[in-house]
């Protein structure tokens, strides 16, 4: 059974900083591409940044220069370390699996996610 959890979510100022993680639990996480989505009030869920199995990255436009993904194969845990905040950044974030070619995708289900609120 794939577990999603996702934790480090708060209320942060503008230019301040969170960094989320994502422990997994039911899958091989090493050869699996993984990636953190956002989704926003009234908006779709959005892929924003990717890693691969090799660890290399890809990050969507709004959040490239910011945020930076990473992850420990050995706790099977992926992180989103975001710096620089905007209010555009607040939605709940969720990691799931991405495609080898920076695409979304999932392993089935997804997790409750975690709330990033950038206000003042």
């Known amino acids: 059974q794939v577990r999603l959890v996702e934790s480090g979510g708060g209320l942060v100022q503008p230019g301040g900083s969170l960094r989320l993680s994502c422990t997994t639990s039911?899958?091989?996480?090493?050869?699996?591409?993984m990636g953190w989505y956002r989704q926003a009030p009234g908006k779709q869920r959005e892929l924003v940044a990717v890693?691969?199995?090799?660890?290399?990255?890809h990050y969507s436009d709004s959040v490239k220069g910011r945020f930076t993904i990473s992850r420990d194969n050995m706790k099977n845990t992926v992180y989103l370390q975001m710096n620089s905040l905007k209010p555009e950044d607040t939605a709940v974030y969720y990691c799931?699996?991405?495609?080898?070619?920076?695409?979304?995708?999932?392993?089935?289900?997804w997790g409750q996610g975690t709330q990033v609120t950038v206000s003042s």
């Open positions: 039911g899958i091989v996480f090493m050869i699996n591409a």
């Open positions: 799931n699996r991405a495609s080898s070619d920076y695409a979304p995708d999932s392993f089935g289900s």
């Open positions: 890693i691969s199995s090799g660890g290399s990255t």
